[in-house]
């Protein structure tokens, strides 16, 4: 099995920078994606990786070796396309047997014998004669990922394999992959743009955006604790909200109807939000001086109905049922809340919203200034802002 | 590594070879036509081209203008009239008849995308697949063709005869010229204007209608406009090929309705080579300027796609106006098209006593009787077989390879294009009149002196009018040939030389047969380079047999056209069968 290092990847086409510095690094058999909007340069990592496309600068190693130079066919990565690519002139069987021409199938067993237990893998046994066109979306699928598994490549990477499918499908096809990529132990690179399918089934997910990495971690970290403010707003919903410190850590704030009973763990300040006559105690890791800026964030499914340390009230704007949930669009002080809750504590006109400074994830201010970047003042939007999936 | 720098190395290694192959065959003939044109006695001199310009033979009155354009403009003012009217010379005759072909082609043609667009009926697909025929039939076949249905003894005066009507002569009249110049054109802009038809979205009528629009109304507003650049692109195209007659022009109109490509015919076989190459390379300019034209408009449309074309029309039907229209077009229909094809097929087996062979049985007698400059018929089948696989084997690695470059993107691409599509613009005849003066007459490099054989040359003159399909059919299914089925296969073990041959080959077959039929058909037919490198009887092909049978023995005739019109046929079936459908060119 292969561990990744990429260090430092340019990709540049004539004005345009495709990669602007990339740098991850993937674990012997783990389940690596890159996630972000269109255009963020995770397609082009993945080709770099494949060897589609020459790096302008930076390097790739596999198992600590450099690759450049090395022609894809010398990678043993086995790449499945979002259109699958099967080839239209050959058989199922054909396809998946395609790199075994080029290597002698694994432990001796025979060619045919190693496309048949590939099609079994796939559940698609005795499908071998048909034509790929013959075959569904998801079913296509999973003959991509076997022609790709076949040779026993060292590398498997996946770039946006389900956005064809329906969401159905799609659900069931990914646990499917994850536990087919377990069980063989490859190391896997995948590409989404879809972040609840990024969390679902990644051991790393690496949250791109415009050429750069923006934060890696395990998906619990990237959902919990948001590095920069475009990694909280694109993994999952979010409530943003930006101040300036009104006074120093461990005070609280005069309109803190909870008073100081709960004292949380480290230091914390008052943050004026901007616009909004309120003041909210957040957990920060550093002394914050008054007037600072700081910018934090409160998960939907945070935010109570009339209970937490820090109050508001809003108003309720409109609900969409989810089924097991209910989202609550509030209106508060000319700004969108969002609140995740079940139908049975359904809130209706004005309420009453709180949460805890310890639910707070602080993105920019005295605990975490390396964030305070000038490329992401995104001047104009929303202090308080929610995204849809 | 290895690998790449090979396929690199290879890369330019054909590069190389086609470059070589395009400028023995067709860049350096030009250019020695080009020379040849203004220059005399081993002196540099425009004298021939000043002549020719100040010539009203050429220009007409134009001539006076360009001659002495103070006493024409003089003369202008005073009676402007008088001045620009009288003979139009050999130029503006020549844009005359292609003018009138065009408005034939357009009258002809725009009806039938009307039929085949807006109506279902019976065999629909096929008439519509049997529009590309024409294209690849021989122009001298046709020629007979239309001898045999215009002709003096010809279907349409032996019909007339029997219903009791005086005959008609149209042989050497513009009249039969245009009309078989409409037999290949109408259909290419039938073709082109219904496939706009079809790609005319129903909801924007739909729309239309419900904001209030007549149907007539909607037509003007929201149909015709989406129709007009098919109709202006098929009308360009068909003036730029009238332009160019050649075959269709010698046999149908004579010397007495000469072109510009057949007078540089004439002047070849009065040996007047500076003529016909300073004619040649006036000619060239002209209809090099009307196809960068066309090219420059064709690319500024766009091509319509439409998932769901508007519901057709039965033809079968209650009598309705609409269907009364369509009849009596049908009818014309049968009279250009089916007529002068049947008529040959009709000849060719009938004599004086009824049905006959003995047409097909003179091609073969002839053979052991045959004077030495006498044609020798089956020695043209065979020839005409040969130069067909020649230039094939010729045509067909130049195609792919440039095919293969304009699918990637390189500095210098659009003038590569240019050079490559360049010899579409240039006129067989003066192809065949360069390979002529260039390679058959001899050529000195290195210190030794090359002369080509004449079969040769003729080989050469046909690649080069065919590859150009070849990369016309090809060119648009490579570009469509989905990149990750390559990097799949690489990404699997294959080499990219290997990931070619597994993948890209297999895929795009089609395309290559189609081409290489194309490519076939244009070499059997070609007539207009051939006639000029045709020395002597042992390198007669057989559209130059029938045309030196043309007038003396129509039965013979008609009895080669059929075996050329065989073999088109079967060419056709393979460009419709593995076709990708392409228009235009």
Redesign the interface.
């Given at each position: 099995m292969t561990t990744i290092d990429v260090e430092d990847l340019r990709v540049e086409y004539g004005e345009t920078t495709a990669l602007n510095g990339v740098s991850l690094a993937v674990e012997e058999g783990d389940f690596f994606t890159l996630v972000g909007p269109s255009g963020c340069g995770k397609t082009t990592t993945l080709r770099v990786l494949?060897?589609?496309e020459a790096p302008t600068s930076g390097r790739v190693l596999f198992d600590g070796e450099d690759v450049r130079?090395t022609?894809?066919?010398?990678?043993g990565?086995?790449?499945v396309?979002q259109?699958y690519?099967l080839?239209?002139?050959m058989s199922v069987a054909e396809n998946v047997g395609?790199?075994l021409?080029?290597?002698a199938p694994p432990e001796g067993t025979s060619k045919r014998v190693r496309i048949d237990e590939l099609l079994e893998l796939v559940d698609l046994g005795g499908m071998g004669e048909r034509d790929p066109e013959e075959l569904s979306g998801g079913q296509q699928q999973r003959v991509?990922l076997a022609?790709?598994l076949?040779?026993g490549p060292r590398l498997l990477m996946l770039d946006e394999p389900m956005s064809a499918l329906d969401a159905r499908l799609r659900e069931r096809l990914r646990v499917q992959v994850k536990e087919l990529q377990s069980e063989l132990g490859v190391t896997t690179v995948y590409v989404t743009h879809d972040q609840e399918e990024a969390l679902a089934i990644s051991d790393q997910v690496a949250v791109m955006r415009a050429g750069r990495i923006e934060q890696v971690g395990t998906p619990r970290d990237v959902y919990h604790y948001p590095a920069t403010r475009f990694a909280a707003e694109f993994v999952g919903d979010n409530n943003l909200f930006e101040g300036r410190a009104t006074n120093g850590p461990g005070s609280s704030s005069p309109s803190n109807r909870s008073g100081s009973g709960e004292e949380t763990e480290g230091a914390s300040a008052s943050v004026a939000v901007d616009g909004a006559e309120t003041v909210f105690e957040v957990p920060t890791a550093a002394t914050a001086s008054a007037g600072e800026p700081v910018t934090f964030c409160v998960r939907p499914e945070r935010l109570r109905v009339s209970g937490g340390k820090n109050r508001f009230r809003a108003q309720v704007a409109s609900t969409e049922f989810l089924g097991d949930v209910t989202r609550v669009r509030l209106e508060w002080n000319d700004r969108s809340i969002v609140l995740r809750t079940s139908e049975r504590e359904l809130p209706t006109g004005t309420v009453e919203l709180g949460f805890d400074p310890a639910d707070v994830r602080v993105l920019n201010g005295p605990s975490d200034s390396k964030h305070d970047r000038g490329d992401r003042a995104e001047e104009g939007m929303e202090s308080v802002s929610t995204r849809d999936e | 590594?290895v690998?790449?720098a090979l396929e690199r190395n290879g890369l330019v290694l054909l590069a190389g070879l086609t470059s070589l192959l395009l400028v023995v065959t067709f860049y350096y003939p030009v250019g020695v036509v080009l020379v040849d044109s203004v220059s005399a006695g081993g002196q540099w001199t425009l004298a021939t081209f000043a002549s020719i310009l100040t010539d009203p033979f050429y220009f007409g009155w134009l001539a006076r203008a360009i001659g002495d354009p103070g006493a024409f403009t003089r003369r202008l003012i005073e009676a402007p009239l008088a001045t620009v009217s009288g003979s139009l010379g050999l130029v503006g005759f020549t844009a005359y008849q292609a003018l009138l072909s065009t408005i034939a082609s357009v009258a002809l043609g725009v009806p039938g995308a009307f039929v085949l667009a807006r109506f279902e009926f019976r065999g629909r697909r096929t008439i519509r697949s049997l529009t590309i025929l024409p294209f690849v039939m021989p122009t001298i076949m046709v020629a007979i063709g239309f001898v045999s249905m215009f002709g003096e003894n010809g279907t349409l005066n032996r019909v007339l005869e029997a219903l009791g009507l005086p005959e008609v002569n149209l042989m050497f009249t513009l009249s039969i010229v245009v009309l078989a110049h409409a037999f290949y054109d109408a259909p290419l802009v039938a073709r082109v204007t219904a496939a706009a038809w079809e790609g005319v979205d129903p909801r924007l009528i739909e729309s239309a209608r419900s904001l209030g629009a007549s149907r007539r109304r909607a037509f003007l507003d929201i149909t015709a406009p989406q129709l007009l650049p098919a109709v202006l692109t098929g009308a360009l195209l068909t003036f730029v090929f009238s332009f160019l007659s050649f075959a269709i022009v010698l046999a149908l109109g004579g010397f007495e309705l000469a072109t510009i490509e057949v007078w540089i015919y004439n002047q070849v076989q009065q040996l007047e080579f500076a003529s016909a190459a300073a004619l040649a390379t006036i000619e060239s300019v002209l209809s090099l300027a009307l196809t960068y034209a066309y090219l420059r408009y064709e690319a500024a449309q766009e091509i319509a796609r439409n998932a769901r074309p508007s519901d057709r029309i039965p033809l079968v039907g209650s009598l309705t106006p609409a269907r009364i229209a369509v009849f009596g077009y049908l009818a014309v229909v049968c009279v250009v098209f089916v007529g002068p094809i049947a008529s040959m097929i009709v000849a060719s087996v009938t004599g004086d006593g009824g049905l006959t062979l003995a047409n097909y049985r003179f091609l073969l007698e002839r053979q052991a009787a045959a004077y030495d400059f006498q044609v020798r018929p089956l020695g043209a089948i065979v020839n005409s077989l040969a130069f067909a696989v020649g230039s094939l084997l010729l045509s067909i690695p130049i195609g792919v390879f440039l095919s293969v470059l304009s699918t990637r993107q390189f500095r210098g691409r659009k003038a590569l294009d240019a050079l490559t599509m360049l010899p579409l613009a240039v006129s067989g005849v003066v192809v065949g009149l360069g390979l002529l003066r260039g390679l058959v007459f001899g050529f000195e490099a290195f210190g030794y002196r090359f002369t080509v054989t004449g079969a040769l040359a003729i080989v050469a003159a046909h690649a080069v009018a065919a590859y150009p399909f070849v990369v016309r059919n090809l060119t648009p299914m490579l570009g469509s040939l989905?990149s990750?089925?390559t990097?799949?296969?690489?990404?699997?073990?294959?080499?990219?030389v290997r990931a070619l041959y597994?993948?890209e080959l297999?895929?795009v077959r089609p395309g290559l047969v189609a081409g290489a039929a194309f490519a076939f058909a244009i070499s059997i037919g070609e007539f207009d380079s051939t006639v000029i490198l045709a020395t002597g009887a042992d390198s007669y092909t057989m559209p130059v047999a029938i045309e030196r049978y043309l007038g003396r023995r129509l039965g013979p005739a008609t009895a080669m056209g059929c075996v050329l019109l065989f073999v088109t046929s079967v060419s056709f079936v393979l460009i419709e069968r593995f076709g990708g459908g392409g228009r235009g060119l």
């Amino acid at each position: 099995m292969t561990t990744i290092d990429v260090e430092d990847l340019r990709v540049e086409y004539g004005e345009t920078t495709a990669l602007n510095g990339v740098s991850l690094a993937v674990e012997e058999g783990d389940f690596f994606t890159l996630v972000g909007p269109s255009g963020c340069g995770k397609t082009t990592t993945l080709r770099v990786l494949a060897g589609f496309e020459a790096p302008t600068s930076g390097r790739v190693l596999f198992d600590g070796e450099d690759v450049r130079g090395t022609p894809p066919e010398e990678r043993g990565v086995g790449v499945v396309f979002q259109n699958y690519a099967l080839f239209p002139h050959m058989s199922v069987a054909e396809n998946v047997g395609y790199g075994l021409r080029f290597a002698a199938p694994p432990e001796g067993t025979s060619k045919r014998v190693r496309i048949d237990e590939l099609l079994e893998l796939v559940d698609l046994g005795g499908m071998g004669e048909r034509d790929p066109e013959e075959l569904s979306g998801g079913q296509q699928q999973r003959v991509a990922l076997a022609r790709a598994l076949a040779p026993g490549p060292r590398l498997l990477m996946l770039d946006e394999p389900m956005s064809a499918l329906d969401a159905r499908l799609r659900e069931r096809l990914r646990v499917q992959v994850k536990e087919l990529q377990s069980e063989l132990g490859v190391t896997t690179v995948y590409v989404t743009h879809d972040q609840e399918e990024a969390l679902a089934i990644s051991d790393q997910v690496a949250v791109m955006r415009a050429g750069r990495i923006e934060q890696v971690g395990t998906p619990r970290d990237v959902y919990h604790y948001p590095a920069t403010r475009f990694a909280a707003e694109f993994v999952g919903d979010n409530n943003l909200f930006e101040g300036r410190a009104t006074n120093g850590p461990g005070s609280s704030s005069p309109s803190n109807r909870s008073g100081s009973g709960e004292e949380t763990e480290g230091a914390s300040a008052s943050v004026a939000v901007d616009g909004a006559e309120t003041v909210f105690e957040v957990p920060t890791a550093a002394t914050a001086s008054a007037g600072e800026p700081v910018t934090f964030c409160v998960r939907p499914e945070r935010l109570r109905v009339s209970g937490g340390k820090n109050r508001f009230r809003a108003q309720v704007a409109s609900t969409e049922f989810l089924g097991d949930v209910t989202r609550v669009r509030l209106e508060w002080n000319d700004r969108s809340i969002v609140l995740r809750t079940s139908e049975r504590e359904l809130p209706t006109g004005t309420v009453e919203l709180g949460f805890d400074p310890a639910d707070v994830r602080v993105l920019n201010g005295p605990s975490d200034s390396k964030h305070d970047r000038g490329d992401r003042a995104e001047e104009g939007m929303e202090s308080v802002s929610t995204r849809d999936e | 590594m290895v690998v790449g720098a090979l396929e690199r190395n290879g890369l330019v290694l054909l590069a190389g070879l086609t470059s070589l192959l395009l400028v023995v065959t067709f860049y350096y003939p030009v250019g020695v036509v080009l020379v040849d044109s203004v220059s005399a006695g081993g002196q540099w001199t425009l004298a021939t081209f000043a002549s020719i310009l100040t010539d009203p033979f050429y220009f007409g009155w134009l001539a006076r203008a360009i001659g002495d354009p103070g006493a024409f403009t003089r003369r202008l003012i005073e009676a402007p009239l008088a001045t620009v009217s009288g003979s139009l010379g050999l130029v503006g005759f020549t844009a005359y008849q292609a003018l009138l072909s065009t408005i034939a082609s357009v009258a002809l043609g725009v009806p039938g995308a009307f039929v085949l667009a807006r109506f279902e009926f019976r065999g629909r697909r096929t008439i519509r697949s049997l529009t590309i025929l024409p294209f690849v039939m021989p122009t001298i076949m046709v020629a007979i063709g239309f001898v045999s249905m215009f002709g003096e003894n010809g279907t349409l005066n032996r019909v007339l005869e029997a219903l009791g009507l005086p005959e008609v002569n149209l042989m050497f009249t513009l009249s039969i010229v245009v009309l078989a110049h409409a037999f290949y054109d109408a259909p290419l802009v039938a073709r082109v204007t219904a496939a706009a038809w079809e790609g005319v979205d129903p909801r924007l009528i739909e729309s239309a209608r419900s904001l209030g629009a007549s149907r007539r109304r909607a037509f003007l507003d929201i149909t015709a406009p989406q129709l007009l650049p098919a109709v202006l692109t098929g009308a360009l195209l068909t003036f730029v090929f009238s332009f160019l007659s050649f075959a269709i022009v010698l046999a149908l109109g004579g010397f007495e309705l000469a072109t510009i490509e057949v007078w540089i015919y004439n002047q070849v076989q009065q040996l007047e080579f500076a003529s016909a190459a300073a004619l040649a390379t006036i000619e060239s300019v002209l209809s090099l300027a009307l196809t960068y034209a066309y090219l420059r408009y064709e690319a500024a449309q766009e091509i319509a796609r439409n998932a769901r074309p508007s519901d057709r029309i039965p033809l079968v039907g209650s009598l309705t106006p609409a269907r009364i229209a369509v009849f009596g077009y049908l009818a014309v229909v049968c009279v250009v098209f089916v007529g002068p094809i049947a008529s040959m097929i009709v000849a060719s087996v009938t004599g004086d006593g009824g049905l006959t062979l003995a047409n097909y049985r003179f091609l073969l007698e002839r053979q052991a009787a045959a004077y030495d400059f006498q044609v020798r018929p089956l020695g043209a089948i065979v020839n005409s077989l040969a130069f067909a696989v020649g230039s094939l084997l010729l045509s067909i690695p130049i195609g792919v390879f440039l095919s293969v470059l304009s699918t990637r993107q390189f500095r210098g691409r659009k003038a590569l294009d240019a050079l490559t599509m360049l010899p579409l613009a240039v006129s067989g005849v003066v192809v065949g009149l360069g390979l002529l003066r260039g390679l058959v007459f001899g050529f000195e490099a290195f210190g030794y002196r090359f002369t080509v054989t004449g079969a040769l040359a003729i080989v050469a003159a046909h690649a080069v009018a065919a590859y150009p399909f070849v990369v016309r059919n090809l060119t648009p299914m490579l570009g469509s040939l989905d990149s990750r089925l390559t990097e799949s296969a690489r990404s699997l073990g294959a080499s990219r030389v290997r990931a070619l041959y597994d993948i890209e080959l297999p895929l795009v077959r089609p395309g290559l047969v189609a081409g290489a039929a194309f490519a076939f058909a244009i070499s059997i037919g070609e007539f207009d380079s051939t006639v000029i490198l045709a020395t002597g009887a042992d390198s007669y092909t057989m559209p130059v047999a029938i045309e030196r049978y043309l007038g003396r023995r129509l039965g013979p005739a008609t009895a080669m056209g059929c075996v050329l019109l065989f073999v088109t046929s079967v060419s056709f079936v393979l460009i419709e069968r593995f076709g990708g459908g392409g228009r235009g060119l």
